[in-house]
């Protein structure tokens, strides 16, 4: 049987939790800021959880974590 690979992009993009969870990035945060008001930017910051209805692909993504 093969090896099972880590999806490399879903890699930099996720990370494991010490509870098992994976923490992620929120979106809309990289450019044309201008037009986002600074509560909508702030709200923006940190790290959120993937949620549970995603937890299964992204633990498939990545197998080794």
């Known amino acids: ?3 099972l ?3 490399r992009g879903a890699a930099k993009r996720f ?3 010490g509870a098992g969870h ?3 990035r929120h979106s809309h945060k990289r450019h044309i800021l201008t ?3 600074a509560k909508r930017k702030r ?3 940190g790290n959120a959880l993937v949620a549970h209805a995603d937890e299964r ?5 990545l197998p080794n974590s």
């Open 57 to 61: 692909e992204v633990q498939q993504l």
């Open 22 to 24: 994976f923490k992620r």
């Open 35 to 37: 037009s986002k008001s």
């Open 43 to 45: 709200q923006l910051r």
């Open 15 to 17: 990370a494991k939790t």
């Open 1 to 3: 049987m093969p090896k």
């Open 5 to 7: 690979r880590t999806n």
